[in-house]
């Protein structure tokens, strides 16, 4: 009998981002036509526009989307795990996450060395956020300090995949 090893155990996921959870709500991201599953890999020249996220989730309780690279600067020196790519606050439930308020604006990946891991975090907020401080840099954010500071509890769904530097091309 084959037995099922969670992809975020696998990807290290589960200990370097987030404490283990168990997912409650269905979340499907996209980067254009391309679906982001758990471990697959992203070129970076598509993740110029955020990605289109939706999930279930209830539709009077607001969630909370953060997404971070834990792997910055390099996976073998990860000195500014994690860093924050994009954060959005008070997402109604069973909608997508252009509804929420952008609370750190998107930015795109830009993996210099090796492959890094990028990862999608969902919260369920137990009340509006609102108006909040944002971080005051990216590098060295804490996902865990972040949902402990707004009392967002364990995530209710995660997403990761893997992203590496694109060849350029060189004319001769």
């Known amino acids: 009998m084959a037995s099922f090893v969670d992809p ?9 981002v ?6 409650s709500i269905t979340m499907v991201v996209y980067y254009g036509a391309k679906q982001v599953t758990n471990g697959c890999n992203v070129k970076p020249s598509l993740t110029v526009n955020p990605p289109n996220v939706t999930f279930s989730g209830h539709p009077n309780q607001l969630y909370t989307l953060v997404m971070v690279d834990p792997d910055a600067p390099s996976p073998s020196e990860p000195s500014m795990r994690e860093w924050v790519h994009w954060i959005v606050v008070d997402i109604p439930g069973g909608t997508n ?3 929420g308020k952008e609370f750190l604006p998107y930015i795109g990946l830009h993996p210099l060395i090796g492959i890094h891991r ?8 137990k009340a509006p956020l609102g108006l909040v401080e944002q971080p005051t840099s990216r590098p060295n ?3 865990r300090a972040f949902a402990n500071q707004f009392d967002l509890g364990l995530p209710v769904a995660t997403i990761y995949f893997n ?10």
């Open 97 to 99: 996450v252009c509804h």
């Open 141 to 143: 954010f804490s996902t």
């Open 18 to 23: 987030v404490d283990m959870f168990v997912p």
């Open 118 to 125: 990028y990862v999608l975090i969902l919260f369920q907020q």
């Open 163 to 172: 992203a590496q530097k694109e060849p350029t091309n060189r004319r001769r």
């Open 8 to 16: 975020l155990v696998v990807g290290c996921v589960i200990g370097d």
